[in-house]
């Protein structure tokens, strides 16, 4: 049972002074820390490499945080956080943000909703005063939050209800979850959207919406004095509010028994399998179970070629491709992730036992010595690469503090992840293959396919720019 | 906006930062030119190799080649079979990305400093050893074939064909580079190694660098990746594509509560004078996300979409002025309808001065932000030698924005934008809009 994320009392934040973490020296280079007396708690990554600055504002609010009956609230909301302010008008920042050469967006997960700006570094101080200024001072207009509603179930047709495969796994997902608010789509069901309105989105507003549940995330050609000194001139002023942080949740009951599901769509090429398993994430101070699940994950179906699943189903002509998955970036238990493809010939069901024969027997035997050298090989290898990127690097920040980590936990994690031993996989193994905790689905084609026109596509499409590691429904 | 903010908005029209590119040209010993961006910040180097062409280089009655040769260079090569290749690259921390594209075959590596040269080799015995083992084809191949499959159902993937097989007849542009289950069902393992000849070769790539190591170091380097290749590819360039499309609308039946719509109308070449007018023109039009008129009219105001957007997309051997978005089938009328007024709007009125002055900020002020990080310079350095244009290209390039006018966009706008011009595909059951009998989509 975990809720981890509760921030401290706002008393204690209250009290907090306006200084760097106190692990000052432990921190790795570039990155600084420090927390306002309003609670907001910051973090800078250094990289004068390029004239560019990234802020993100993290709230620590998501899906799994709604009332039943009001699913996709905390997405909308976050749409309606573009509709001004007293100073700013609806559509502006985002058009100021243009009009100076920066782009931004927002994204919605079920543990946190993130706004971000990347512009020249010269004009970090524009984003955060209308950044500052929309944590405290959101109007939504009557014209507004309609057309919005509207825009908010476009999406939903575009990214879930005109994709089969999204569809799924919204159903497995609330298939998963008996209790916990994960089993909800982040985007909401349909006829709760539809339902909306400009009061839920307020209330949700003030509820949630303040310094002392939120992280700000400057990356980029910035030094931490220069940060911390803006991050005091506009942020510094907006009030605490009691409250704010993540109550507690319904939390999941024991699970005993392992679920299937089946589902055909005539928009389906091929069949696929999918299993979930419910696993631990990451707590603060206690990721080692974590990291042993990660490293399973790689060693499972991290590569095409050397993976375990790789070479005992793909290599040997049983799947055209195999998948294991799992992010431990969670408020809550998550889960753990194996897909499949069958090769064409073989049946679905013969597919499913010779995963299950080959998983088998990765319990049995445990980790190949050399494979699971080659994998830390590459996580070592990642601290040096993931350097090149400070937008990607306050993704981890950003996501760590808003489930509830400390910055220690994130500083963390690249050692803890060497440190992962044989026997913590094969720990780690057994957590997720002798679970009773598991929903298996199969999606399938319809017996008769659609005709489509046998041709194809021309010259480069417009570029189109999108953030590699953008997690959730961005706006 | 208004008062508080007003400051920075009169700062937007300051200078922007201007922290110059440096990039060195280089010619190896070998002869082969590359350009370089030295950063020592980081202990690794970018690199990537575009090889001009891409897979409209396939013989006609061999579609999918290129491809299916592409996906085989990293399943085995020299004395390694394909698990041996990866865990070589696994146990270096280096990797090597293979795609192509209708235009170049791109290829993305990456190597730390202490290992660069091990990497090399192993990307040198890639590009000029693959193998070609029966069983990785045979591999490759049922991957290849699900993808043809699963883009036979997916609404996105049939409006771009549909559209691309109007707009662009008998050039390879017309037809997916995946080739055809068919296609790519017949082809054999002399069909790969022909394929390699058309495309791996000197006289087709382009090589960019960034990040720790030096131009001596980098002539070295390419030298042993690139020097084993031919002179010479076997076969000609592809020829300038013409483009074919005609103004109207396609419906495609889908069953689905969404239709999917693409769109394209002529563009213009990048060497065309008024390029950048162009391009200042379709940021206000479509391209500039939420301050477009196209964001603002159908989504803003009207709800109709989750997105729409437009694009000049100036591929190698032609060009269109592009969009696409999605409205549910009782809106999509409507938004298609809008999507014609704004065209006829921009052409007869132009653009305000202030919507001419954002996007002009936009336009330079975002240009060097691309520049953060060693596999972005690469990329983009690569991408600049692939299309022709000049290294002072990264200093010159926002005076060219600058010096577009409220007139040049007119005059570009009334030359290009003809609503009555644009192909429009629906994929969905769209209500109250009617496909026309001239462009009913080919099989």
């Known amino acids: 049972m975990t809720i981890f994320t509760r921030a401290a009392p706002l008393a204690a934040l209250l009290a907090a002074p306006l200084v760097t973490g106190p692990a000052l020296a432990e921190m790795p280079k570039g990155i600084s820390h420090f927390t306002l007396d309003n609670g907001l708690e910051a973090v800078v990554i250094e990289d004068h490499r390029a004239p560019v600055v990234v802020q993100m504002v993290w709230y620590k609010v998501g899906s799994a945080d709604e009332q039943p009956g009001k699913s996709g609230i905390a997405h909308y909301l976050e749409h309606l956080m573009f509709k001004g302010t007293d100073k700013v008008a609806a559509g502006e920042l985002s058009k100021t943000v243009t009009a100076n050469g920066g782009m931004d967006n927002a994204f919605t997960s079920y543990d946190f909703t993130a706004y971000f700006q990347r512009i020249a570094s010269d004009r970090l101080p524009l984003v955060m005063e209308m950044e500052s200024d929309r944590m405290a001072n959101l109007k939504i207009g009557e014209d507004d939050w309609q057309a919005e509603r509207q825009v908010v179930l476009e999406e939903r047709s575009q990214r879930t209800d005109s994709d089969p495969g999204a569809q799924f796994a919204e159903e497995r997902s609330a298939v998963q979850f008996y209790n916990h608010p994960y089993g909800r789509p982040v985007i909401g069901w349909r006829a709760e959207m539809e339902g909306l309105t400009r009061d839920d989105a307020n209330a949700w507003y003030d509820a949630h919406y303040a310094p002392n549940n939120a992280v700000l995330i400057i990356a980029g050609d910035v030094t931490p004095e220069r940060a911390k000194e803006l991050a005091q001139e506009y942020y510094g002023p907006v009030k605490p509010k009691a409250g704010a942080e993540r109550g507690p949740r319904p939390q999941e009951p024991e699970q005993r028994s392992p679920r299937r599901m089946e589902r055909s769509d005539p928009r389906v090429a091929e069949p696929v399998l999918i299993r979930t398993i419910l696993v631990p994430e990451r707590n603060p101070g206690d990721q080692k179970t974590a990291a042993a699940l990660t490293v399973l994950a790689e060693l499972l179906g991290g590569s095409a070629q050397t993976s375990v699943l790789a070479r005992e189903l793909m290599l040997t002509g049983k799947a055209l491709f195999v998948d294991a998955g799992y992010d431990g970036l969670s408020v809550d238990p998550t889960t753990f992730t194996i897909a499949l493809m069958p090769a064409p010939g073989l049946s679905n069901a013969e597919a499913e036992a010779a995963l299950d024969a080959a998983l088998e027997k990765f319990r049995q035997d445990g980790p190949d010595p050399a494979q699971l050298e080659r994998v830390k090989t590459q996580v070592r290898a990642a601290e040096v690469y993931k350097k090149d990127s400070a937008h990607g690097r306050a993704y981890d920040y950003g996501q760590g503090l808003s489930i509830g980590l400390g910055i220690e936990d994130v500083n963390d994690w690249p050692e803890i992840l060497a440190a992962v031993t044989p026997e913590d996989i094969r720990a780690a193994a057994e957590l997720v293959l002798d679970s009773k905790a598991d929903v298996t689905g199969w999606l399938l084609p319809a017996a008769a396919p659609a005709a489509t026109p046998a041709v194809t596509p021309a010259g480069d499409a417009p570029a189109a720019s999108t953030d590699p590691a953008n997690p959730g429904e961005s706006q | ?443």
């Open chain 2, 1 to 443: 906006m208004i008062r508080a903010l007003a400051t920075f908005v009169f700062v937007a029209l300051a200078s922007l930062p201007a922290r110059a590119i440096e990039i060195q040209q280089i010619t190896s010993p070998g002869g082969i030119k590359a350009w370089l961006v030295e950063d020592h910040s980081i202990p690794f180097t970018a690199l990537t190799l575009m090889f001009k062409g891409g897979a409209s280089l396939d013989a006609p009655d061999k579609r999918g080649a290129i491809n299916l040769m592409t996906a085989l260079l990293e399943e085995g090569s020299g004395e390694m079979n394909s698990v041996q290749f990866a865990e070589a690259a696994e146990a270096l921390a280096t990797s090597a990305s293979f795609n192509v594209s209708d235009d170049a075959l791109v290829v993305s590596a990456r190597a730390l400093t202490e290992n660069r040269d091990q990497a090399a080799d192993l990307l040198r015995q890639a590009l000029t050893q693959p193998r070609f083992d029966a069983d990785a084809i045979e591999r490759v191949r049922a991957q290849v074939q699900s993808s043809i499959r699963s883009e036979a159902t997916d609404p996105e993937s049939i409006a771009t064909k549909a559209l691309a097989a109007q707009a662009w007849g008998d050039h390879p542009y017309a037809t997916s580079i995946n080739g055809t289950a068919e296609s790519v069902a017949a082809l054999t393992r002399d069909d790969l190694i022909e394929a390699q000849k058309r495309i791996l070769a000197r006289d087709r790539v382009v090589v960019a660098a960034a990040g720790d190591i030096d131009a001596e170091a980098l002539g070295l380097l390419i030298d042993k990746v690139l020097g084993g290749l031919p002179e010479a590819g076997s076969v000609p360039l592809p020829e300038p594509a013409k483009l074919g499309l005609t103004g109207g609308v396609t419906v495609i039946d889908w069953d689905s509560p969404q239709t999917v719509v693409t769109f394209a109308q002529p563009g213009l070449p990048m060497s065309d004078p008024d390029y950048f007018a162009a391009v200042v023109a379709d940021h206000i039009l479509g391209g500039g996300g939420f301050s477009s008129r196209l964001m603002d009219e159908i989504r803003e105001k009207r709800g109709l979409t989750y997105g729409v957007g437009t694009g000049l997309a100036n591929a190698l051997y032609g060009e269109t002025w592009q969009g696409g978005m999605a409205s549910a089938n009782e809106k999509v009328a409507e938004a298609v309808d809008l999507i014609r007024q704004e065209w006829a709007r921009f052409a007869e009125g132009g653009v305000t001065d202030k919507e001419l002055t954002d996007a002009r900020t936009y336009l330079t002020g975002e240009y060097p932000l691309r520049f953060d990080g060693n596999s972005k310079i690469a990329s983009i350095l690569a991408g600049m030698q692939l299309v022709g244009l000049p290294a002072d290209y990264v200093n010159t390039r926002n005076a060219k924005v600058e010096a577009v006018t409220a007139k040049d966009v007119q005059r570009v706008a009334q030359r290009l934008l003809h609503a009555d011009q644009i192909r429009f595909v629906l994929v969905g059951r769209p209500q109250g809009i009617s496909g026309d009998a001239a462009a009913a989509p080919s099989n």
